[in-house]
């Protein structure tokens, strides 16, 4: 079975654990360094970018992030996650992890929609999809090997960037469970184990 991993330092831990699990893979409550072992993915969570990089950085765990990332799995930001992932962000001096080809703009949607939802018709899922927005960021530059993979109001809210998956929106609230599947299809299936020498 598929091993993910969810940061859990702040934010919607518990409904990416949720999602994880109904679609069939086991969930990993990822806190310390050693919990990064032996996982197959990686899920960042929404929150809030600034307290979930203040707690990355106490629990040490920047370096272990960053070498999960070098290590060429899967990894996927939902929200804050997708700022903490990003190559830069926007009107800030240097970036998190910085793994992610792409440039955000945080709280993208007007201090007035604080939240919203929308119907959200993404590249490679048949049906629309209900996504929730919560003081939401949004993608304002990829790099040439980033696919788009929706945009809402003109502004690109989900991408896809090799191993890297980034949404602006949070899949995880719902129970459509369609995106977390797309990012589990991510990662490689392990052809062989079970067939004899
Ligand atoms: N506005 C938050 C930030 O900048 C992100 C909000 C969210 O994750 N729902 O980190």
Redesign the pocket.
Known sequence: MKRVGVLALQ??VREHIHSIEACGAIAISVKWPKDLEELDALVL????????RRLIDRYGLMEPLRKFANSGKPMFG??????LLAREVAGHAAPHLGVMDVVVE??SFGRQVD?FEAELSVTGLEAPFNAV?????HIVGVGPETKVLCEHDGKIVMAKSGQFLGCS??PELTDDHRITSYFLDMIPSKTGTLLPN
């Open positions: 934010g919607a969570p929404g929150g809030e970018s600034t307290t979930v939902t929200c804050a996650g997708l700022i945080r709280n939240s927005f919560i003081r939401a960021p929106f949070h």
